[in-house]
């Protein structure tokens, strides 16, 4: 089996590679890296304000004239009650101990990753991208109808089968299937229980049966050969991560990429500790010490705030004992891709496929 060419023609890509919108790691070099290759760029706007998006969109079109995707965060903002935060505290206290790092005020409110909100489509509304995606679920009603009616084509992942059914009933015009295999932040927002996640070999067939519109595997795909098994499987289109990391417009930093370079089939798992939501990353000395979920971990976004000193204080002795070190489970096979263009990187993708 081979991509649905009639989906790439509707989307306005020509290579069956979406690059995968990691936040922090990627943006607008990445993106017209991955365009003039044929894929579908996406730029990771959860960590960026407004101003940033429009400036990232403008180089970005500057640079090329093809289609790429803005893809945001639809998350509900936690409340919290002093409780909370102080079992979060007393949790790693122990390291502030072994460290010296000062503990980190308290502020109880969110930070880092915002949601989609109004402001932000007002960006999609100035930015009029060709494709808009989204995480842990849909906006809310009024603001997804202002994203339908501008006529952006609307992808969002789905962890399950109902999660799928749910956004192909909402109108969804594709489903990124993530297999557990994926690195960085599951796009679970139906589904709660991490120990039941399904792998991209057996959620893709499945959500492909399930729904009528576009399947897009996403979840350890490292080479052609993943590419090319997640045809069989039905998927219209692969989205790939971790291998981008690797290439010369990433944003990754030293301390992340010594850890990709090192990285195993093995070291990897689901982790809340640094978000406060299960996201696949590189086992490190904090996982390791208190494993990989905890149950005081502020809800997401927040369990990240505690951690700043104790992840300043590491990297500035060139240390990721702190650091999320998102990756997923065919990270190791990105290693040979390391310093190459992701234009290139998306040649060599789809070179053995033929197509």
């Given at each position: 089996?081979?991509?649905?060419?009639?989906?790439?023609?509707?989307?306005?890509?020509?290579?069956?590679?979406?690059?995968?919108?990691?936040?922090?790691?990627?943006g607008?070099a990445?993106?017209?890296?991955?365009?003039?290759?044929?894929?579908?760029?996406?730029?990771?706007?959860?960590?960026?304000?407004?101003?940033?998006?429009?400036?990232?969109?403008?180089?970005?079109?500057?640079?090329?004239?093809?289609?790429?995707?803005?893809?945001?965060?639809?998350?509900?903002?936690?409340?919290?009650?002093?409780?909370?935060?102080?079992?979060?505290?007393?949790?790693?206290?122990?390291?502030h101990?072994?460290?010296?790092?000062?503990?980190?005020?308290?502020t109880?409110?969110?930070?880092?990753?915002?949601?989609?909100?109004?402001?932000?489509?007002?960006?999609?509304?100035?930015?009029?991208?060709?494709?808009?995606?989204?995480?842990?679920?849909?906006?809310?009603?009024?603001?997804y109808?202002?994203?339908?009616?501008?006529?952006?084509?609307?992808?969002?992942?789905?962890?399950?089968?109902e999660?799928?059914?749910?956004?192909?009933?909402?109108?969804?015009?594709?489903?990124?299937?993530?297999?557990?295999?994926?690195?960085?932040?599951?796009?679970?927002?139906?589904?709660?229980?991490?120990?039941?996640?399904?792998?991209?070999?057996?959620?893709?067939?499945?959500?492909?049966?399930?729904?009528?519109?576009?399947?897009?595997?996403?979840?350890?795909?490292?080479?052609?050969?993943?590419?090319?098994?997640?045809?069989?499987?039905?998927?219209?289109?692969?989205?790939?991560?971790?291998?981008?990391?690797?290439c010369?417009?990433?944003?990754?930093?030293?301390?992340?990429?010594?850890?990709?370079?090192?990285?195993?089939?093995n070291?990897?798992?689901?982790?809340?500790?640094?978000?406060?939501?299960?996201?696949?990353?590189?086992?490190?000395?904090?996982?390791?010490?208190?494993?990989?979920?905890?149950?005081?971990?502020?809800?997401?976004?927040?369990?990240?705030?505690?951690?700043?000193?104790?992840?300043?204080?590491?990297?500035?002795?060139?240390?990721?004992?702190f650091?999320?070190?998102?990756?997923?489970?065919?990270?190791?096979?990105?290693?040979?891709?390391?310093?190459?263009?992701?234009?290139?990187?998306?040649?060599?993708?789809?070179?053995?496929?033929?197509?």
């Amino acid at each position: 089996m081979w991509p649905n060419l009639e989906f790439l023609e509707s989307f306005g890509f020509e290579a069956p590679i979406i690059q995968a919108p990691m936040a922090g790691s990627t943006g607008s070099a990445m993106v017209v890296a991955v365009c003039r290759a044929g894929g579908l760029g996406s730029l990771p706007c959860a960590l960026l304000d407004a101003g940033q998006i429009l400036e990232e969109v403008a180089i970005i079109r500057a640079h090329t004239d093809k289609p790429f995707n803005l893809n945001f965060f639809c998350h509900r903002q936690p409340e919290v009650n002093p409780d909370q935060i102080e079992a979060w505290r007393n949790t790693l206290a122990r390291f502030h101990q072994e460290t010296g790092a000062p503990r980190t005020p308290d502020t109880g409110t969110p930070s880092g990753r915002r949601p989609f909100d109004r402001e932000m489509c007002d960006v999609v509304e100035q930015a009029l991208p060709k494709v808009v995606s989204f995480h842990f679920g849909l906006p809310q009603d009024d603001l997804y109808d202002r994203v339908r009616a501008l006529g952006c084509r609307v992808l969002c992942s789905a962890t399950t089968v109902e999660e799928a059914v749910f956004l192909e009933s909402k109108g969804v015009d594709a489903i990124i299937a993530q297999g557990v295999e994926a690195g960085g932040h599951r796009g679970m927002f139906l589904e709660k229980d991490i120990s039941n996640q399904p792998g991209a070999l057996a959620l893709v067939p499945q959500i492909v049966d399930a729904v009528s519109v576009p399947v897009i595997a996403a979840g350890g795909i490292g080479d052609s050969r993943g590419i090319a098994a997640s045809f069989a499987l039905g998927a219209s289109c692969v989205q790939i991560g971790t291998l981008f990391l690797f290439c010369k417009e990433a944003l990754t930093t030293r301390l992340h990429l010594d850890a990709l370079n090192r990285i195993t089939d093995n070291n990897t798992v689901l982790t809340n500790l640094f978000t406060g939501r299960p996201a696949r990353g590189i086992i490190n000395y904090l996982i390791r010490e208190i494993g990989p979920m905890n149950g005081s971990a502020l809800p997401f976004p927040l369990a990240g705030d505690a951690l700043a000193a104790l992840r300043a204080g590491a990297e500035a002795r060139s240390s990721s004992d702190f650091t999320p070190l998102w990756a997923g489970q065919a990270a190791s096979m990105g290693k040979p891709y390391l310093g190459l263009s992701a234009t290139d990187a998306v040649k060599k993708l789809i070179e053995p496929l033929s197509l």
